[in-house]
């Protein structure tokens, strides 16, 4: 699975959107883009995925780079509740054998202000 | 949508004792199930990967007659966690996948080795 980087922590203010980064410069033609959030003491939650198009859903929308190089979660109104660690994950869609697991990397820790 | 449920959430033993964590599909069937753990301020780590009525893999590093794991049915995976040791003190997370590309996760156990 190719390699994400996120930048280890960010800021947003109530309110306001909230823009995660991850570079996966090395992805492949059958890779998707995964995001998960982990509040604290709590599962990873799944947020959204997508292969090359740009994805909405009711939670955030997947903003991905023409050359799939990088992509940016975009949460539209964030609240206090979305503080969480945001992990970008790379990795096939549809395994050729037995389920594969999910790789997390150290994620961004954001912080939604009041 | 996919529940997992884990159990219990958390709990508390004395070192040497041994604790089972439960980890059950609600409404779905999980061939596959996954056991990470994750130490504070920390990603998830993946530990072993359960296959139903087989053996457990397990990652390098993690011990597998002191980490076991049965997935015994389509639904349900435990983790038992033998003489345990404050060291093992953690956070331990299941996952399992439903279809080809959706992971859900459980809510989490924390162990506490006293």
């Known amino acids: 699975d190719a390699k994400t980087t996120q930048p280890p922590s960010m800021d947003c203010a109530e309110g306001r959107a909230a823009n995660l980064p991850c570079n996966h410069s090395?992805?492949?033609?059958?890779?998707?883009v995964y995001w998960y959030r982990q509040i604290h003491s709590q599962g990873p939650q799944y947020i959204i995925h997508g292969l090359k198009n740009n994805e909405t859903n009711e939670m955030a929308s997947l903003i991905i780079t023409e050359d799939r190089k990088s992509s940016t979660l975009i949460l539209p109104h964030a609240t206090l509740r979305d503080t969480a660690v945001y992990y970008c994950i790379v990795r096939v869609g549809r395994s050729s054998g037995s389920a594969r697991q999910l790789t997390f990397g150290s994620g961004t820790q954001l912080t939604v202000l009041p | 949508g996919a529940v997992v449920s884990q159990h219990p959430s958390w709990v508390i033993c004395k070192s040497g004792t041994s604790v089972k964590i439960e980890c059950r599909s609600l409404?779905?069937?999980?061939?596959?199930m996954f056991w990470y753990r994750q130490f504070p301020k920390q990603s998830l780590m993946l530990m072993a990967t359960?296959?139903?009525?087989?053996?457990?893999?397990?990652e390098q590093g993690v011990e597998k007659d002191k980490f076991l794991i049965n997935h015994a049915s389509l639904t349900l995976s435990t983790l038992t966690v033998t003489s345990a040791h404050p060291e093992d003190s953690s956070f331990y997370i299941c996952?399992?996948?439903?279809?080809?590309?959706?992971?859900?996760f459980g809510s989490g156990t924390r162990l506490t080795v006293v």
């Open positions: 409404d779905f069937q999980a061939t596959t």
């Open positions: 996952s399992a996948r439903q279809g080809n590309y959706g992971y859900t």
């Open positions: 359960s296959n139903e009525g087989s053996k457990a893999t397990y």
């Open positions: 090395t992805i492949s033609g059958n890779e998707y």
